[in-house]
């Protein structure tokens, strides 16, 4: 082999490795702060809108609720992406519940009964969703759980109405 050749190939192997890491998907929630809005984030695409921590009663974070909104699609979408005391990278519990209030005036108590919603629950090793629903001239009401250690740990937007519109 030439040393020009086997320099070829040294550096196709470091550009695979380099590719190989670069592509992977964000590993903690600060770099997927940092993503570009136009770019599917844990299955949403659109906005970033709003994060709720996950946390037990005793105030332990075990991950946070991240909400998006897409306004070419009219759809709100949300994940609950787990945090390393949460369970970051183990299969463990999590869930994630996206509804559409019959109101929209904001703060309102949110009845959702008759309303659409969507929920991913299970074991995961990273985040439960993406749930996503239509909420135009609705307000929303967004939920999540996550039990990789006890207490469960919950968060969400309160019981009153958020990003209306």
């Not at 086997?6 to 590719?19: E, S």
């Not at 599917?40 to 998006?68: F, K, M, W």
């Not at 306004?71 to 979408?77: D, E, G």
């Not at 009964?113 to 001239?137: H, K, M, Q």
Request: proline fraction near 4%; charged fraction near 15%.
């Amino acid at each position: 082999m030439t040393i020009r050749r086997a320099t070829a190939v040294l550096a196709t192997f470091a550009a695979t490795t380099a590719l190989s890491f670069t592509a992977a998907p964000a590993a903690t929630a600060a770099d997927a702060t940092a993503a570009d809005a136009s770019v599917a984030e844990y299955g949403c695409s659109g906005s970033l809108i709003d994060t709720y921590p996950v946390r037990t009663s005793a105030g332990t974070t075990y991950g946070q609720i991240r909400l998006y909104y897409n306004s070419s699609t009219r759809r709100n979408c949300a994940v609950t992406l787990k945090n390393a005391t949460g369970g970051y990278g183990t299969s463990s519990y999590a869930s994630v519940t996206l509804y559409r209030c019959s109101t929209s005036k904001p703060g309102a108590q949110c009845d959702w009964r008759d309303e659409t919603w969507d929920d991913d629950y299970g074991n995961f090793l990273y985040y439960a969703g993406p749930v996503s629903i239509p909420a135009a001239g609705k307000c929303i009401r967004v939920f999540g759980q996550v039990s990789a250690n006890r207490p469960i740990a919950t968060g969400d937007s309160g019981t009153g109405g958020v990003h209306c519109g």
